[in-house]
């Protein structure tokens, strides 16, 4: 079996290989700002107080977080959701005079309810925002990543 795994090119995912060891992130998400730094962290950036010595910077310029009725019932109440989690981001390397252009990196849910089964599908509805704040992170990961010096 490992013969197998190792013939078919599988490999653990492990850290990003960024191109920076140093950023200064301006702005605040309120959901994501820490997790992010600890994903910064976890591969080997220094996030630093100061613009002074980082080799990125990251301005986080907002979050939206929508809830969207996907579909109704024959009788009218809600049976679907449609949620949508975004985050919207500009980077600027050190030494350049100018700011990228805002990106922005989304991740979508659907989800059924059901007002019988009100709290479970809260608990749903929270691990699937959590989900999607992952998501995003990773996203925003791999987009750094592929930024050049």
Not at 107 to 116: E, I, K, L, P, Q
Request: proline fraction near 1%.
């Amino acid at each position: 079996m490992l013969a197998s795994l190792v013939g078919c090119g599988f490999h653990l995912r492990g850290a990003a290989d960024v191109s920076f060891n140093s950023i200064f992130i301006q702005g605040s998400t309120l959901v994501i700002s820490k997790n992010l730094k600890k994903s910064l962290t976890t591969n080997g950036v220094k996030v630093l107080p100061s613009a002074e010595n980082a080799e990125l910077l990251l301005e986080m310029v907002g979050e939206e977080s929508e809830k969207r009725i996907l579909s109704l019932a024959g009788a009218g109440t809600v049976s679907e959701f449609e949620l949508y989690y975004r985050v919207h981001y500009r980077t600027k390397l050190a030494g350049a005079a100018l700011w990228g252009q805002v990106q922005t990196v989304e991740a979508r849910r659907d989800f059924t309810y059901s007002d019988a089964n009100l709290l479970a599908k809260q608990g749903e509805e929270k691990r699937l925002n959590e989900n999607m704040q992952q998501d995003v992170i990773s996203g925003l990961m791999r987009r750094l990543s592929a930024l050049k010096k």
